[in-house]
């Protein structure tokens, strides 16, 4: 018996510019010998194959590594424009399509001029204290194949400077004072001030825009305009289409001037639901998703093709204290606006109990407010001890005391009776709220919990109207993250629990102008925060990303978890026919 | 017939603008700040919320926000989504339209013709083994809840046994250039377990509704009439009784016509089905204004229309009706 069937070679494969060329002629070879090759024996052509494919294998042909990725997100990017984002789904597309001048480094470090990785700049230089000078790569293009020059970057800073356009980043970038082109490739930048995260300022809240298409475009009007639909940037990815409510695709730019991204294809696939989300990786519809719940692991595992990669993060949940009275900010809580108190509640906490409980071995026990990813992070720093008898003791130092026998302590009748405000549908906070409740109950404090549906949370939350409240926040990987959380001038911003330390403030503003200040010097600032005690510091979250063992992946970096998909490939031999079938499209 | 009418549709649009306008106010009065998902990804200054809240518009004063709103429906500018920002509400309501008309629409044809059929079924055979099966299985289905009936499905068709997909629409990587029968297949296997699970859960209703009617009818004079005169059986079901106890059905009809769009927020949630329900899911949970107030009130018109084409259809087979 022998093979019948015929093959025909798709014009792509050759490129025939016409019937007479000579890829036409190739094509024709090619054609008849493949069509010589089917109608032999089977056996013959089994072998044939075989051979052809050992020989692919062994000389490292790159085919066997492209492959396409299917990440499951729990919400939609929507509007992936660096200055119009909101949001980490829009983010996460947004570091595909458009670069920075360079990117954190594998260390995570923010001080000095080194340790970041080049991308669209090949390389900066410092001229003096105040003077940075970036020098872009000469290969960079933007999607449509138009130079990335220095008036990119000037028109992207201006716009990112512009406190209407986004606030926080133009607060971050206060102290650029000048932002010039020398030539077409390099910019220089000029500080109104000295300080030590002048190039991580510069990299990091700043990606750049395409100058010759959205200069004419009013920022006002750039949310509605034809760019937002389909942007165009200079990034491993090119826009392909989004379909509202439903998924974006992104396709890899082959001529990337970084290197050739090996997956292909990047398809956001929304799914709300964590049943939904979890059930599309299960069937293969999905081969990521970017964080399951610890309770599901389990599944993930016995699942064969699935991995479950734990991603330490910037994020941190504590337990903030309002340190102004209910209805009334100008005066101090009654019982929180006393340190003593406060540090009495820190120790009451047992931690690593809580840690253990509601995340097993995806959670670590942070000294202060320091993520297991800052580079200041003390390793061995604990922070406050698990010492219940000491916060009696202080308890009791203070004044509140157990005087009708009924397990609760009170001062001059008044029994210490605090309100925990978390959101109901948070997992973990759930999970270790009353856990919370009994531990500070052995002291003596009665917590009466408050399960809040999550908008209402984060409006009370936002207004002060709380006495404790279950946070999780997702720090800035800079040292100056602690300033936007915990310094006077922060209240009525993200400082909601009104904690204000004129010696903290100084101490910070120190610390940030030293030229490159170690992780010694934000230690101090760190235990400062911890010896005062506007928060419980209670667990350091680690991801759990979920992932297809095909992929061949270099890092996941943490401030943004695909942003390195450029540089990963799938495992030779691991090709599924997704990978193998992307000219679909 | 034409008074009729023009009253009715008078009185559907007054109702529709008290439920637009209390739709509006209560929305604004329930706790929960809509921008709370943004602020608990990311630390956010005061500066920066303002700037959100601008955008949205929530940093106007209740009556401009309301005037804004008021001045927008007549040219069905619903406003702009918060969660899908910056895709608009009417825009949004219209793409999620057909897959929840699809899915809607396949669970009310089933349940229309096949519950009916039983229905008849049961009624014909009144007390038989076959009739308080088909009683048991029915009222079994009805008692299963929705979300519970999904997972299973899904997983033992999808996870254990590989059969059809476990969630979604339509193959993410399959090609918008795909042939049509391609496409159209692709959609039929996503598409099987959302609907059953619906139909099982829903098919009870219009069996004991339809059962019960024939019960009433076929006990009636002309009926037996029908049958003395030599009527074949199948004749006299169909065509003297059936028809006849049919009004209950249409009432039922009526009131199922919103889900045939609202389909069910559960069953859409857990195969990521990307109907209106769904939508409206993300909306409460987002607290997302303007798409809420759009999804409620294309619910609430539909409710409207749904019982307004009952009556007509009432009016139009049921002659007693017109003279009273």
């Not at chain 1, 990785?117 to 999607?143: G, I, K, M, N």
């Not at chain 1, 500070?440 to 207004?463: C, I, K, S, T």
């Not at chain 1, 100084?506 to 010097?521: D, F, Q």
């Not at chain 2, 034409?2 to 008290?18: E, S």
Request: aromatic share 8%.
């Amino acid at each position: 018996m022998t093979s019948v069937f015929s093959v025909v070679i798709p014009s792509r494969l050759t490129q025939s510019r016409g019937p007479g060329s000579r890829t036409a002629g190739l094509s024709r070879i090619l054609e008849g010998s493949l069509n010589t090759v089917c109608a032999m024996p089977p056996f013959v052509t089994r072998a044939l194959v075989l051979s052809l494919l050992t020989t692919a294998t062994l000389n490292g042909q790159v085919p066997g590594e492209q492959g396409t990725m299917v990440i499951v997100v729990g919400q939609e990017g929507s509007l992936p424009i660096p200055t119009l984002i909101s949001g980490t789904a829009n983010r996460d597309v947004a570091d595909l399509l458009f670069l920075r001048l360079a990117e954190l480094g594998p260390a995570l470090t923010t001080r000095g001029d080194t340790g970041f990785e080049p991308r669209l700049a090949r390389s900066w230089t410092r001229r003096d204290s105040l003077t940075v000078a970036f020098d872009l790569d000469p290969r960079a293009r933007w999607h449509d194949g138009t130079p990335v020059t220095s008036r990119d970057v000037t028109f992207s800073f201006g716009r990112f400077r512009d406190p209407t356009v986004s606030p926080q980043v133009a607060q971050a970038l206060r102290h650029v004072k000048e932002v010039r082109t020398e030539g077409i490739q390099r910019v220089v930048f000029t500080f109104d001030r000295a300080y030590g995260e002048q190039v991580y300022d510069l990299i990091q809240h700043v990606q750049i825009l395409p100058a010759h298409l959205l200069a004419s475009i009013p920022h006002s009007a750039l949310s509605s305009s034809a760019f937002a639909r389909a942007p165009v940037g200079s990034g491993p990815y090119r826009w392909v289409r989004r379909d509202p409510g439903r998924l974006l695709e992104l396709a890899a730019v082959p001529e990337f001037f970084l290197g050739e991204p090996k997956i292909r294809r990047v398809v956001f696939l929304l799914a709300r639901d964590p049943d939904a989300q979890l059930n599309l990786l299960l069937d293969g519809t999905g081969d990521a998703l970017q964080n399951i719940a610890a309770s599901a692991v389990p599944r993930i595992r016995q699942r064969a093709g699935l991995e479950v990669v734990p991603v330490p993060t910037f994020s941190i949940g504590y337990l903030l204290f309002n340190l102004k009275a209910p209805g009334d900010p100008s005066r101090p809580h009654p019982i929180l606006g006393d340190r003593e108190v406060r540090r009495a509640l820190a120790l009451a906490t047992d931690r690593e109990t809580l840690v253990r409980a509601a995340l097993g071995n995806f959670g670590t026990v942070p000294e202060g407010p320091v993520a297991q990813l800052h580079w200041f992070r003390d390793a061995t720093a604990r922070g406050t001890p698990f010492d219940p008898s000491a916060a009696r003791r202080i308890l009791s130092e203070r004044g509140w005391r157990d005087t009708d026998g009924d397990g609760i302590v009170d001062r001059n009748g008044v029994p210490l009776v605090l309100r925990l405000n978390f959101p109901g549908t948070n997992v973990i906070r759930g999970a270790m709220a009353p856990l919370i409740q009994s531990q500070w109950r052995a002291v003596g404090v009665r917590l009466d919990l408050v399960r809040l549906d999550g908008p209402v949370w984060a409006e009370r939350r936002n207004r002060g109207e709380f006495e404790v409240d279950f946070s999780q926040g997702a720090f800035d990987p800079s040292p100056m993250t602690l300033n936007q959380g915990f310094s006077c001038a922060a209240i009525g911003g993200a400082n909601v629990g009104g904690y204000c330390n004129p010696a903290l403030d100084s101490l910070i503003a120190r610390t940030a102008a030293m030229p490159e200040p170690g992780a010694a010097e934000w230690q101090r600032v760190v235990r400062q925060i911890v010896d005062d005690a506007p928060a419980v510091f209670v667990y350091a979250l680690t991801n759990a990303m979920v992932m297809h063992q095909r992929f061949q992946r270099t890092r996941i970096p943490p401030t943004s978890y695909w942003s390195d998909i450029w540089r990963w490939s799938v495992r030779p031999g691991r090709q599924l026919s997704r990978d193998r079938d992307q000219d679909r499209r | 017939m034409t008074r009729w009418l023009v009253r009715r549709l008078t009185h559907a649009a007054a109702t529709f603008l008290v439920v637009t306008i209390l739709l509006f106010l209560l929305m604004r009065l329930a706790p929960g700040d809509p921008l709370s998902r943004l602020v608990d990804q990311q630390q956010m200054s005061a500066d920066e919320m303002a700037v959100l809240r601008a955008r949205f518009g929530l940093d106007q004063p209740l009556g401009r926000q309301f005037l804004t709103f008021m001045t927008g429906l007549p040219s069905g500018n619903l406003g702009v989504s918060i969660e899908h920002y910056p895709d608009r509400v009417s825009t949004l309501l219209r793409e999620r339209l057909g897959p929840s008309l699809l899915l809607g629409g396949v669970v009310l044809v089933l349940n229309f013709t096949l519950g009916i059929w039983l229905g008849v079924l049961q009624a014909t055979h009144r007390g038989s083994r076959l009739d308080r099966w088909l009683t048991r299985l029915s009222l079994t289905g009805y008692s299963l809840p929705s979300f519970w009936l999904a997972l299973m499905l899904v997983a033992l068709v999808s996870l254990q046994w590989d059969l059809l997909p476990a969630a979604q629409m339509t193959d993410p990587l399959l090609s918008a250039e795909a042939p049509w029968w391609e496409r159209t297949a692709d959609i039929g296997r996503h598409l099987i377990l959302p609907a059953l699970t619906l139909s099982i859960v829903s098919l009870a209703t219009t069996m004991r509704y339809q059962r019960t009617a024939m019960l009433e009818v076929m006990r009636l004079d002309f009926v037996r009439a029908a049958s003395a005169r030599g009527l074949s059986a199948t004749r006299v079901r169909w065509r003297h009784a059936w028809r006849n106890a049919l009004f209950p059905l249409l009432t039922l009809l009526g009131l199922w016509l919103p889900f045939l769009v609202t389909g069910s927020v559960f069953v859409e949630a857990i195969f990521n089905w990307p109907g209106i329900g769904s939508l409206a899911a993300e909306a409460i949970l987002g607290r997302d204004y303007p798409l809420l107030q759009g999804t409620a009130m294309l619910a609430a018109a539909l409710v409207l229309t749904g019982n307004l084409l009952a009556d007509l259809g009432h009016l139009l087979l049921d002659p007693r009706t017109r003279t009273a």
